[in-house]
């Protein structure tokens, strides 16, 4: 009789073990799409090994007697040994692994098959070592690729595992298309063209949201900023025509197909219809209309003196102007002083600096 530990550890056990075999077969998945990469680029590099070493020869020239006794270079083992070494990467484990444990096969090809399978990839990696599949089909068995292995996914997707021993065969559709078979239109597309086997999606017009054709008369749905017209089509919504205005106070509104953006007003300008400083609705402080353009106003020229205290002289900036102490004078407690003789400047120096920005100008 099993204790009541023994019972419950074997099922335990055998979920573990469970767990260790669909790491292995998920691995295993993975591998046979890698090992198939793998494949091409061996076969890839021969194909290259092989055009490389066309006009080589066996060094020096072939003699006469180099052609009698060790065949031709073109066909020879030497040649084959020369492109074979340029197989892989060094770094490459597994395409070395690939080349070393199948060495012979490139042989034969070499020597028996090349006549008749002149594609060595067909030959090597779909027939003779089964890594690979033909064209349009996957797995284990090479079975069609969904929508078949002309034209996989019917021409809009890619098929998973596509060539390898591995994948699922199901597809993953180009942008635009959707569904197992990848036939049918994503939102915002439509189709063209459309039977059992072939569909063609094309993107609606950019006032639709849902469409059966290509123009704003063809939607079923406007999108978000477009909106029906008498003629049922879908029209620009104007949004900036709104009241009020869905811009701020210092913004401009300007309208696109679709949507709007609010824009930064001229600084000059206190609100405004457009950009620049002519397109103001008012003169922000310190500017003044001068012939349909707001321009700074230079308050230091004015008839009213606006700098009034003792030694000081006006400066005028944009939008404002600036009061500062005449030369040899220096702002203090808000007045005007004669400013120290040069010799204390040292040790004042230290309150200077921290003293207001007047002093530069
Ligand atoms: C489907 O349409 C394509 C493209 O127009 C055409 O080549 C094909 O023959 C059609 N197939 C069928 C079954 O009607």
Not at 3 to 23: D, E, I, K, M, N
Not at 155 to 172: H, I
Not at 282 to 301: N, Q
Request: proline share 4%; glycine share 10%; with cysteine.
């Amino acid at each position: 009789m099993l204790s009541a530990g023994t019972q419950l550890r074997l099922p335990r056990l055998l979920s573990c073990a469970t767990l260790v075999l669909l790491f292995q077969v998920t691995d295993a998945k993975r591998d046979l799409k890698s090992a198939c990469t793998t494949c091409k680029q061996v076969t890839d590099n021969f194909n290259k090994g092989f055009e490389r070493t066309a006009k080589q020869n066996f060094g020096g020239g072939n003699t006469a007697w180099e052609e009698r006794t060790l065949s031709k270079y073109e066909t020879s083992e030497i040649r084959l040994m020369e492109i074979v070494e340029g197989l892989c990467d060094s770094s490459s484990f597994e395409c070395n692994h690939m080349v070393e444990e199948h060495e012979e096969h490139f042989e034969t090809w070499w020597f028996k098959r090349k006549t008749k399978h002149p594609d060595l990839h067909k030959w090597f990696c779909v027939e003779t070592i089964k890594v690979c599949c033909p064209k349009g089909t996957f797995g284990p068995d090479c079975n069609a690729c969904v929508g078949g292995s002309e034209r996989p996914c019917h021409g809009n997707g890619m098929c998973d595992g596509d060539g390898t021993r591995g994948g699922n065969g199901k597809c993953s559709c180009a942008h635009g298309y959707e569904g197992d078979f990848c036939l049918d239109c994503i939102g915002g597309y439509f189709n063209e063209e459309r039977n059992d086997t072939f569909s063609l999606c094309t993107e609606c017009h950019a006032s639709c949201k849902t469409c059966t054709g290509a123009t704003s008369q063809d939607c079923d749905e406007c999108k978000e900023g477009w909106e029906d017209d008498d003629q049922e089509a879908c029209i620009d919504v104007n949004e900036c025509s709104r009241d009020p205005s869905p811009c701020e106070e210092d913004q401009y509104c300007h309208n696109t197909e679709g949507s709007y953006s609010c824009k930064a007003c001229d600084k000059v300008c206190s609100g405004c219809t457009g950009p620049g400083p002519d397109k103001c609705q008012a003169c922000a402080g310190g500017y003044e209309d001068a012939d349909g353009s707001c321009t700074d106003v230079d308050e230091c020229s004015q008839s009213e003196s606006v700098c009034t205290k003792e030694h000081q002289k006006c400066v005028n900036t944009k939008g404002s102007y600036a009061c500062i102490c005449s030369v040899g004078y220096e702002e203090e407690d808000g007045e005007c002083v004669q400013s120290p003789p040069p010799e204390e400047v040292e040790e004042t120096e230290a309150s200077e600096t921290t003293a207001s920005p007047h002093r530069e100008l």
